[in-house]
């Protein structure tokens, strides 16, 4: 493969069940952006469109993908099914759903067979599992590891700001102010 082509391709497949799980996984798409990473973003069913699903899992190392984050609810086998075709890390999100509050999401994402994980981020985790992804390219990417240590000072920063506005302005006014 020629260098430029592969320079050119997404590194990261977000991938989600449906588009009602679009809000959670822009999130994800958001601190991409940030850190400067490329991805590719679609909506497959595991369910509704198995053959889609499985044409889209097999070619995914051939794209040029690293890490893929896959969103799912309710009956949540999107992301365990891409970890069972994948070889490289995929990082699951858990829908928060309206019947059981996420934690069938969860549930259904996070207890894999043993030699098939899933990383798993907190229900509705969007912006963590952008993060997690990045984390893991940073392994081979000096320059997106300093970019991402420069995200961490920016958090810390943003914590030593809202406590000297605590002491100044006090617990009363700060929520006033809110
Ligand atoms: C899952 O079913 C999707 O990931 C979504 O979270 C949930 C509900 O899908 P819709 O009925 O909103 O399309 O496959």
Redesign the pocket.
Known sequence: MEREEESAMASVGIV???D??LPIMAKAAEVLDELGISYEMNVI?A?REPQEFFEYANAAEEKGYKVIIA????A?H?PGMCAAIFPMPVIGIP?KTSDLGGVDSLYSIVQMPTGIPVATVAINGGANAGILAAKILATSDAALLERLKGYSANLKQQVIEKDARLQELGYKEYLKQQ
């Open positions: 989600m069940g449906s009602s799980d069913s369910h969103g799912a609810g309710k949540a999107l829908m």
